[in-house]
């Protein structure tokens, strides 16, 4: 049976760790894109939401005072 060095026991972990915290921070950028490109998504439903709005109440008859 091959026992591994301690070192190398040692090495291949943080070698392990650093491949797990890159891809969690891989995995949080693309979150934060993907985040991202929803926030303007809705930005723009609500820009028009308002647009919208506006025409609406620019079409409505104004009521006698």
């Known amino acids: ?3 591994f060095h301690p070192e190398q026991v040692l090495s291949q972990h943080h070698q392990r760790s650093a491949e797990l915290r890159s891809q969690a921070c891989w995995s949080r950028l693309e979150a934060s ?3 991202a490109v929803r926030a303007a998504r809705l ?3 609500a820009q028009r939401l308002v647009e919208r ?3 609406r109440a620019l079409a409505r008859p ?3 005072a």
């Open 1 to 3: 049976m091959h026992t």
């Open 33 to 35: 894109q993907r985040d």
């Open 43 to 45: 930005v723009e439903r």
């Open 53 to 55: 709005a506006a025409r």
């Open 62 to 64: 104004v009521p006698a």
